[in-house]
């Protein structure tokens, strides 16, 4: 059962352009939403997060929107630019009890390809 | 700045080798977390560990298994490696503290197993 979905699997847009990758989760115990960046050969960093308490942040180009009604979250880069194409995945997050230690973790997304062409 | 490193970019086994595959972090950080990556599935956890010689099952851990013997370094070990456990291995860790959601990355291993 995969608990967050999302869309597209692959994006292209031209420079200047928005890009919007959309998720969804079905979860309610989520409680952390981040969003992953992934260039070719490095593991995925951390690019911006979010909490359910808010309905939109924004980082310079990135922001993400969150509809906790709808279970839903994306995330839209503005004046989309070639150095932006990457691989992003959606995540969220709970903390889980084991053995009397608090852990967190992350399921993720199946990702989205992106390529922004000039 | 955190810094988690994978003991190969590459690897290439025969079917029914056993596997190492090491990871070492910088940062004192209480949790490590292995993953794997394929292509249309995102990233999968394995196993993960939120203390020295503990660990927890992932979604995926048939097939894989895990030692953390210190704080810094954790290892997934394939028992048998079988061709359907090429992929890329991504290690990560994350402090236990409040707040501490967030996991760094190492930049992987990519495993192929003929």
């Known amino acids: 059962q995969q608990q967050v979905k999302q869309s597209p699997q692959s994006l292209i847009v031209q420079k200047g352009g928005i890009s919007i990758i959309n998720c969804a989760y079905e979860?309610?115990?989520?409680?952390?939403f981040p969003w992953y960046q992934q260039f070719p050969g490095k593991g995925p960093a951390l690019l911006i997060a979010?909490?359910?308490?808010?309905s939109e942040k924004k980082e310079g180009r990135f922001t993400i929107s969150f509809n906790k009604s709808a279970k839903q979250f994306s995330l839209h880069i503005m004046d989309s630019q070639p150095g932006d194409s990457a691989t992003y995945f959606c995540?969220?997050?709970?903390?889980?009890?084991?053995?009397?230690?608090?852990?967190?973790?992350?399921?993720f997304g199946k990702g989205t390809k992106l390529s922004v062409i000039p | 700045d955190v810094k988690v490193t994978q003991s190969s970019r590459y690897l290439v086994k025969r079917t029914g080798e056993k596997v190492f595959l090491e990871c070492v972090q910088d940062m004192d950080h209480e949790n490590m977390f292995w993953y794997r990556q394929d292509p249309g599935l995102g990233l999968r956890l394995i196993y993960f560990s939120y203390d020295v010689k503990m660990k927890e099952k992932g979604d995926i851990p048939e097939g894989y298994s895990v030692s953390r013997e210190k704080k810094e370094r954790f290892s997934l070990i394939l028992e048998s490696a079988s061709t359907n456990q090429t992929s890329m291995y991504l290690c990560?860790?994350?402090?236990?503290?409040?707040?501490?959601?967030?996991?760094?990355f190492g930049p992987g291993t990519r495993l192929t197993v003929t």
């Open positions: 979010i909490r359910p308490d808010v």
């Open positions: 990560a860790s994350s402090s236990g503290g409040h707040e501490s959601y967030e996991q760094y």
């Open positions: 995540a969220a997050s709970t903390k889980g009890w084991y053995s009397g230690a608090g852990s967190y973790q992350l399921t």
């Open positions: 979860n309610t115990a989520f409680d952390y």
